[in-house]
T-cell receptor, first 113, second 113 residues
């Protein structure tokens, strides 16, 4: 079975500061990894995904994530956040050959001026 | 533009009533999913369907029912057996292959009055 752990339920940060949202996973088979963003009262939007190849993945809105197989992690980073980045962020995985995504519990990013 | 449409955006239900949430997609995706979202609990899978006329229970199917008569449509009925239906409901779809990830609708907020 696969699982995703997002250790931080909430991350407060000041505008223009860097941020890292942590995601660790568990799986006995190869996985594809995803980060989604959810703004209030909206659905989830895909930020980026890792399928194979380069371990550094760049996504929309200036976000990037690094796949680390040895540490089973897929942390999301942004060098300088904006107020508009305030949202909930979900890490998810699916095992190769399966369609069903497994989600973490989410991390709420709170950006203040 | 292709996408997923959920309706209504807000829905109010009286005690003992059944209500149906609509989910339509024009992405030609085979698989569709229903999630329930409660504060601090992430997304929990209610039902999913990988082909027309077939669907499987997710983690919290009790008190819910679905149908998949057309590829484009996957309505969710919240029955009176669901004791705590107030939540945000998200519909998603995915294409063939696990590297697609999901496309989400904008959600329906259901409130019991």
């Amino acid at each position: 079975a696969q699982s995703v752990t997002q250790l931080d339920s909430q991350v407060p940060v000041f505008e223009e500061a860097p941020v890292e949202l942590r995601c660790n996973y568990s799986s006995s088979v190869s996985v594809y990894l995803f980060w989604y963003v959810q703004y209030p009262n909206q659905g989830l939007q895909l930020l980026l995904k890792y399928l194979s190849g380069s371990t550094l993945v760049k996504g929309i809105n200036g976000f990037e994530a690094e796949f680390n197989k040895s540490q089973t992690s897929f942390h999301l980073r942004k060098p300088s956040v904006h107020i508009s980045d305030t949202a909930e962020y979900f890490c998810a995985l699916t095992a190769s050959g399966f369609q069903k995504l497994v989600f973490g519990t989410g991390t709420r990013l709170l950006v203040s001026p | 533009d292709g996408g997923i449409t959920q309706s209504p955006k807000y829905l109010f239900r009286k005690e003992g009533q059944n209500v149906t949430l609509s989910c339509e997609q024009n992405l030609n995706h085979d698989a569709m999913y229903w999630y329930r979202q409660d504060p601090g609990q992430g997304l929990r899978l209610i039902y999913y369907s990988q082909i027309v006329n077939d669907f499987q229970k997710g983690d919290i199917a009790e008190g819910y029912s679905v149908s998949r008569e057309k590829k484009e449509s996957f309505p969710l009925t919240v029955t009176s057996a669901q004791k705590n239906p107030t939540a945000f409901y998200l519909c998603a779809s995915s294409g063939q292959g696990s590297n697609y990830g999901y496309t989400f609708g904008s959600g329906t907020r259901l409130t019991v009055v």
